[in-house]
T-cell receptor
């Protein structure tokens, strides 16, 4: 089955620790995205990537980092500089097709502070 | 002004009711529009794209009014399983897929 796989489903971070969230897709999509969702709020874009070895900051990139070494994979690292990391993190992907393509989501990772 | 605004609800309706959600967007150059559905503590899932001429998918009808920068979603004959949060989503950039999400409108359908 084609899809987007995020892991882990739940993650706990200690003070001063970096943690990495995994996102893998087998849909052959070019573009991948990371969003953060806080309770009662819309999704906010952290980082996005349209091609391998290239990525751009979204609206709330501070305290996060990403890499795109393979088309299928777009891991997100939440660094110790992110002071309020507790949130629901969603990875999405899409084909590049003139901007009218919907994005498809993985089932998310819930990150909490220990 | 937020880029995409929705009434947060909740909308509490009985089974079989017709319910309409509205959404406004600020960027008049926006090119593509979607409605997503998000169940509690789950990921958003595409419900339908919204086309300029309006479009229908079973019990769901989406309308776009570019002049008023307004999008709507109509759900007819509501089912218990329609209970969810409905997200209005706009792509303001032509040729590039960067989506702006509304905060969502919550729908609760009761027996």
């Amino acid at each position: 089955d084609g899809g987007i796989t995020q892991s882990p489903k739940y993650l706990f971070r200690k003070e001063g620790q970096n943690v990495t969230l995994s996102c893998e897709q087998n849909l052959n999509h070019d573009a991948m995205y990371w969003y953060r969702q806080d309770p009662g709020q819309g999704l906010r874009l952290i980082y996005y990537s349209q091609i391998v070895n290239d990525f751009q900051k979204g609206d709330i990139a501070e305290g996060y980092s990403v890499s795109r070494e393979k088309k299928e994979s777009f891991p997100l690292t939440v660094t110790s500089a992110q002071k309020n990391p507790t949130a629901f993190y969603l990875c999405a992907s899409t084909t590049l097709g003139g901007g009218n393509q919907p994005q498809h989501f993985g089932d998310g990772t819930r990150l909490s502070i220990l | 002004r937020k880029e995409v605004e929705q009434d947060p609800g909740p909308f509490n309706v009985p089974e079989g009711a017709t319910v309409a959600f509205n959404c406004t967007y600020s960027n008049s150059a926006s090119q593509s529009f979607f409605w997503y559905r998000q169940d509690c503590r789950k990921e958003p899932k595409l419900l339908m794209s919204v086309y300029s001429s309006g479009n229908e998918d079973g019990r769901f009808t989406a309308q776009l009014n570019r002049a008023s920068q307004y999008i709507s979603l109509l759900i007819r004959d509501s089912k218990l399983s329609d209970s969810a949060t409905y997200l209005c989503v706009v792509n303001p950039f032509e040729g590039y897929n960067k989506l702006i999400f509304g905060a969502g409108t919550r729908l609760a359908v009761h027996p």
